[in-house]
């Protein structure tokens, strides 16, 4: 019989609109079945760097990396502020259109969850938030990942689930249950549902607020891509990163 599997590192990068989609998920499994989360870093930034840009690392500000920093330093006291942090800045950009990677937004949603909002300035002074990031990153990549979310069981990396709208009753168990089961076949590679342009019209929809405080364009492997109303459309390679703007 499979072991149980109770415990999970969850790498995310919070600008990721699949990585909050999936995060609803896990805390709802957690919530029902007692499984640990440990949430861990990973920048769509760094992956999609275009080459001779800077890193996120080099630059005062860049968007998702610094609030992941500030994660970082919220996380030495405690998982639980990070995942408060996770949570709220999520929500903020996925479901209520705001800009938590402005740094003015971030300092609010930090006094709103009752910590101090020189958190803000103290992460991004403290070049140790750089190292924790890019370690977490960096054990992703040297993985072959290379998107989020990424789980990890133990040594064993899964690339998703990829799921929008994702279940919350008793079925988000069952999704688990499915997903652990891929740990128990190590040469099972991929399994993937193709999106039809009606499966990208329902994400788009479910993406809008996020669509609409962005303040980047969205990349995939390479690729940047635009949400239509007639579905995804591959505008071509990743040119100008817009985050170095900030």
Not at 49 to 76: C, I
Request: net charge negative; aromatic share 12%; glycine share 6%.
């Amino acid at each position: 019989m499979r072991p149980s599997l109770t415990s999970v590192d969850f790498h995310f990068d919070p600008l990721c609109p699949y990585a909050y989609q999936t995060s609803k998920w896990i805390r709802a499994v957690r919530e029902q079945i007692g499984i640990e989360i440990s949430w861990r870093f990973f920048s769509l930034e760094e992956i999609n760097r275009v080459e001779g840009k800077k890193h996120p690392w080099e630059r005062e500000w860049t968007f998702g990396w610094s609030l992941m920093r500030v994660g970082a330093m919220l996380r030495r006291s405690s998982m639980d502020d990070l995942d408060r942090w996770y949570e709220r800045i999520g929500r903020a950009l996925h479901e209520e259109g705001l800009r938590p990677h402005r740094p003015e937004v971030a300092r609010e949603l930090l006094a709103e969850l009752g910590f101090d909002p020189a958190i803000v300035d103290a992460a991004i002074a403290d070049d140790t938030t750089n190292d924790e990031v890019l370690a977490e990153h960096r054990r992703v990549t040297e993985a072959a990942g290379y998107g989020a979310p990424t789980l990890f069981f133990g040594d064993h990396c899964l690339f998703g689930p990829v799921v929008v709208n994702p279940p919350l009753d008793a079925a988000a168990v069952r999704l688990w249950e499915a997903v652990t089961a891929w740990v128990e076949f190590p040469d099972l590679f991929e399994l993937q549902q193709p999106k039809t342009r009606e499966m990208e019209r329902r994400i788009t929809d479910v993406f809008e607020p996020y669509l609409n405080a962005r303040d980047w364009v969205s990349i995939n492997r390479g690729e940047e891509i635009a949400f239509t109303e007639d579905g995804f459309q591959r505008v071509g390679p990743a040119g100008r990163d817009r985050s170095e703007d900030r």
